[in-house]
C-alpha cells in the first residue's frame, strides 16, 4: 500500500466474521453520531459512545490505546483472549519509539496514522504467543475522538486466521511481530 492510498472499504471485505462484526460496531456508532445531531456532517465516534458491553462475543479480542504523546500510546485494554492465546498481557504499558522492538515501530506508525488522518485500517499480521507460536491475524482498527473532539484513542480487534507454525529460535516481547498488509479504511468523517 502506497503512503497516501485510501480506499473504501466496507466491513464485509474483512475475512473474519469478528472483524467484520466490529468493523460494524465502529461505524453504527459514527451513524448515531450524526443522527444525533440531524443536518451535521459525520463526526467521529467519542470514546464514551463506544461500549464494549454492547459487543460480548468480541470484548474479549479488543484492545483500546490512548495516545498520550504524539509518539507515544499507553494500552489501556487488552482483552482476556489474548492471554488465552499465551500473548503477554501489556495493559498499562507504553507504546514509544524509544522500543526498540522492530514489530513495534510499526505498530505505532500505524496507530499513529489511525488519528492523524484519521483513518480505520484492515490489516493483517503475524502474532506470536510467549511460546514462539505464529498465528496469521485480522486485525481492524478505528479511532475514537475524546470528548473534545479530537482523535485521542485507537481500538481494534484482533482475530486469529490460521496457526503458522512456531519459532522456537525467535521470541518478542510484542505480540503483533509482522503487518503482512495494511489497507486504509475512509471512515466518511468530515
Known amino acids: 500500500m502506497q503512503e497516501n492510498e485510501t480506499i473504501n472499504l466496507e466491513p464485509e471485505t474483512f475475512v473474519s466474521p469478528k472483524t467484520k462484526a466490529f468493523a460494524d460496531y465502529w461505524f453504527s456508532l459514527k451513524e448515531k453520531t450524526r443522527a444525533d445531531k440531524p443536518g451535521a456532517a459525520a463526526h467521529m465516534p467519542v470514546r464514551a459512545a463506544f461500549d464494549p458491553i454492547a459487543i460480548p462475543s468480541l ?44 514489530g513495534r515501530q510499526q505498530i505505532l506508525n500505524a496507530m499513529t496514522r489511525i ?35 479530537k482523535p485521542t484513542f485507537v481500538v481494534a480487534l484482533v482475530s486469529t486466521l490460521e496457526t503458522l507454525g512456531y519459532r522456537e529460535d525467535v521470541h518478542f516481547k510484542d505480540s503483533l511481530v509482522e503487518i503482512r498488509e495494511a489497507v486504509e479504511i475512509d471512515l466518511g468523517l468530515t
Do not use: H, W, Y
Open 59 to 102: 470484548l474479549s479480542d479488543i484492545v483500546l490505546l490512548e495516545r498520550t504523546r504524539p509518539d507515544a500510546f499507553l494500552l489501556r485494554l487488552q482483552g482476556t483472549a489474548f492471554i488465552e492465546r499465551g500473548v503477554m498481557d501489556r495493559t498499562g504499558t507504553t507504546l514509544s519509539p524509544d522500543e526498540t522492538q522492530p
Open 115 to 149: 488519528l492523524n488522518t484519521p483513518c480505520g485500517l484492515r490489516l493483517v499480521g503475524v502474532e506470536q504467543n510467549m511460546d514462539g507460536k505464529n498465528s496469521l491475524v485480522e486485525v481492524a482498527v478505528f479511532p475514537l475522538a475524546n470528548n473534545e473532539g
